[in-house]
């Protein structure tokens, strides 16, 4: 190969290679941390909730009646709702996890006022609660029935047991080597609660916040006229049961709305639809970049078969073969975008290091650099090829033509 | 050496069938020196191109050191070129964004050659042609003489059976293209075959052989009715 002599003659005429050697390095750099923040989000995106989304969904009853008797409403819709063919269990709670709304609290591991060891977001739940969700238990037990209470606008009380996320007692209790069941730490400054069942996961209402793993079920049932009910149905059946379900619970009871009904899945796109639209115009971007890096190769290349039509008649002259001048070109595109890949590297090593210091950005995977500069290798080649096919047509009896 | 015979080259475009060499014959043994003249477009540059396989013929035959050069494809025809035959331009065609060692070079690396056996040859040319002081200047850097001698060394390097010279001495003071000529003569003294296309009949007369070119047909100073002196004459009037 001649990496030589094409080498020193592009430093002699650096003018144009450098401009597409900088094109390279910047599609570089934002290619490889556009990546970076679409990982994120698709990881984000992909968490599990821990709850059984593709058979789940929910809605809210909205009672609108004067002297409406709220608690029995919800014990007959649950009711209704549990004897259903074809639902495994339903439960009456203020929100559930992705919602993007909900109830959060600060937790103390000692009382008293202005404290904060941790936060959870708070799920009000019942004994059906925990096998609605789908949660799978590490530690502990769910609530028996006579330990669920009501609770209304008028009591601010707290009930002495709650279950936790895996995530939140770990928070809590760092450095905890055994079991979290028994552990008591503290609500609203100085009401004390014990742990009592711990499960592997269940998030909080709120993708973008950074306790989204830390939750819990509080046994109280909220008697209020606004009740959302969340209902898992046997594999399949939902998006028959969901229409099913809505017509039932308005014949059952006129004097209230039923509004919000929603499958899991789109609670998920609801609370995902900003990072979805962040993949999608990143990933254009990625796309668009390339598509111009891939143009300029084939200008300056083209540029560069026009300019020198008479070196490569030459050149023909001399004895190199067709294949031999669409290596020359390939060599030459080799170079400048090894060059433009390896400032881009630096470069995106550099943005993306910035990135996680100012948005708490996690760094970049080993491979997408890698990755990124095979890809622009690739892309240059491919951008060659068609303007190098054209210099290896160029007829060797150029050479003997006049100025 | 070079056998060509009944060689015709036809260009053609939609509207236009021009005829650049017709039932064109000529012999040339190894050795010898041959200048190649005639009036502009009489087909001498045609000739030159299909002599080194830069052009297709369009019907006849042409035998290159016994091997029939028709039927070769591209890529045999360019290892052809490469081996066996030097090139020498009138416009020296030196590539100019490379040091004339890169220029020398240029041949032997399309021939594979290992890295020393190149440099060797390279030092060798250049110092035959006396600029090996010059080996990493520019093009550009060089008179036209040394441009020529450049190109000359690079059509050496390839050690060819035969030169092709296209106006060697055309855009040269004749100091220089004396100087070219005496360089000429030596490496055909030393068994090189050259064959020079040349208007200037001065030129022509310093090799072995004349041959003479007209309507894209030759005229040879050996065989045909009249002699190089009145073709030349002809050649001088037109």
Request: charged content about 20%; some cysteine; overall charge negative.
């Amino acid at each position: 190969m001649e990496f030589g002599p094409i080498w020193r003659a592009m430093l002699r005429n650096k003018g144009g290679f450098l401009l597409i050697a900088l094109q390279i390095a910047v599609t570089m750099t934002i290619m490889v941390n556009a990546i970076a923040i679409i990982q994120e989000r698709s990881r984000n995106i992909a968490r599990p909730s821990g709850l059984d989304e593709a058979n789940t969904f929910t809605l809210v009853s909205v009672s609108i009646g004067e002297d409406m008797d709220n608690k029995s409403l919800i014990d007959e819709d649950l009711d209704l709702l549990r004897g259903m063919p074809g639902v495994l269990n339903a439960t009456a709670s203020n929100s559930m996890p992705l919602l993007q709304s909900g109830w959060s609290e600060g937790l103390t591991l000692e009382p008293g006022e202005g404290k904060s060891d941790s936060s959870s977001a708070l799920y009000f739940a019942d004994e059906h609660t925990a096998d609605t969700f789908a949660l799978n238990f590490v530690e502990g037990a769910n609530f028996e029935p006579n330990q669920v209470e009501w609770r209304n606008h008028e009591v601010n009380d707290w009930p002495p047991f709650v279950i936790v996320s895996r995530a939140l007692a770990e928070d809590l209790f760092p450095d905890e080597t055994g079991s979290y069941v028994g552990k008591t730490f503290y609500i609203d400054d100085d009401n004390p609660v014990n742990i009592i069942g711990v499960v592997e996961r269940m998030q909080a209402a709120w993708q973008g916040w950074s306790g989204l793993e830390r939750s819990m079920l509080v046994p109280q049932r909220q008697d209020w006229n606004f009740t959302r009910y969340i209902v898992r149905t046997e594999p399949g059946y939902r998006e028959e049961l969901m229409p099913e379900i809505e017509d039932m619970l308005v014949k059952s009871n006129p004097d209230r709305i039923i509004q919000s009904v929603r499958s899991m899945d789109e609670v998920r796109k609801l609370a995902y639809l900003g990072d979805a639209a962040m993949i999608r115009i990143l990933t254009f971007i990625v796309a668009l970049l390339t598509v111009i890096t891939g143009l300029g190769i084939v200008g300056l290349a083209s540029f560069n078969v026009s300019r020198r039509t008479r070196q490569i008649g030459i050149r023909r002259a001399l004895g190199a073969t067709r294949p031999a001048i669409v290596r020359h070109f390939m060599v030459e595109n080799l170079l400048v975008s090894v060059i433009g890949i390896g400032v881009g590297g630096i470069l995106a090593v550099a943005l993306n290091m910035f990135m996680v210091e100012a948005f708490a950005l996690e760094p970049l995977a080993w491979y997408v650099i890698p990755a990124a500069m095979s890809v622009l290798l690739i892309v240059g080649q491919l951008a060659v090829a068609g303007p190098a096919r054209k210099a290896s047509n160029v007829t060797p009896a150029i050479a003997t033509r006049s100025v | 050496m070079l056998r060509m015979n009944s060689v015709s080259k036809v260009y053609r475009t939609d509207t236009v069938e021009t005829h650049a060499l017709r039932e064109f014959s000529l012999s040339v043994e190894e050795g010898e020196f041959v200048s190649v003249t005639g009036p502009s477009g009489s087909g001498k540059t045609t000739f030159l191109n299909i002599a080194g396989l830069l052009e297709e013929l369009t019907d006849g035959s042409y035998e290159l050191d016994g091997r029939d050069i028709s039927s070769l494809n591209d890529r045999e025809r360019s290892r052809v070129r490469n081996e066996k035959i030097g090139f020498i331009f009138q416009s020296f065609n030196l590539i100019p964004e490379l040091d004339i060692f890169d220029n020398v070079d240029v041949p032997l690396r399309y021939r594979g050659l290992k890295s020393a056996e190149r440099r060797r040859r390279v030092e060798r040319c250049l110092e035959l042609v006396g600029l090996a002081s010059r080996m990493k200047h520019l093009p550009a850097q060089l008179s036209g003489g040394q441009q020529q001698r450049v190109a000359i060394a690079r059509a050496l390097a390839g050690e060819p059976r035969f030169l092709l010279a296209d106006e060697p001495t055309g855009n040269l003071d004749t100091h220089m293209a004396d100087s070219v000529m005496e360089l000429l003569a030596e490496i055909n003294a030393g068994g090189t075959t050259i064959i020079m296309v040349t208007h200037e009949l001065t030129l022509a007369d310093r090799a072995k052989r004349n041959i003479f070119v007209r309507d894209g047909n030759v005229s040879d100073g050996y065989g045909s009715d009249a002699s190089p002196e009145l073709h030349f004459a002809s050649a001088a009037n037109a």
